[in-house]
């Protein structure tokens, strides 16, 4: 799936950071396909003003997202929005994910 930058760092997250070992584990190598490297680091220029993150270029990059894990995805969208905690910005990716 290509995701921009702004995907990335949403999905980054929003995705558990507590949870069964089998979920973790497959949450560590998703948090891993969604980083950032170096090279993307050095492009993208990230800085922070008053509070708020920007970055210089939009680039996009394919990230694999298995079956699982876009059910630990999907499963956190839902309860994002089932708590009433869904925002604005995380709508596009909440329709690409929750199909219902």
Known sequence: ???SV???L???N???KEGDYTTLKLV???REELSFSEEEH???NFHQEEGTL???EDIKKEVEIGEKATDVI???FKKLDKGKQLKMEQMGLYERFVKE
């Open 1 to 3: 799936m290509e995701l």
């Open 6 to 8: 702004i995907d990335r």
């Open 10 to 12: 949403t999905l980054l």
């Open 14 to 16: 929003i995705i558990p």
């Open 28 to 30: 560590r190598k998703l």
């Open 42 to 44: 050095k492009l993208l």
């Open 54 to 56: 920007f970055w210089d």
């Open 74 to 76: 999907v499963d956190a």
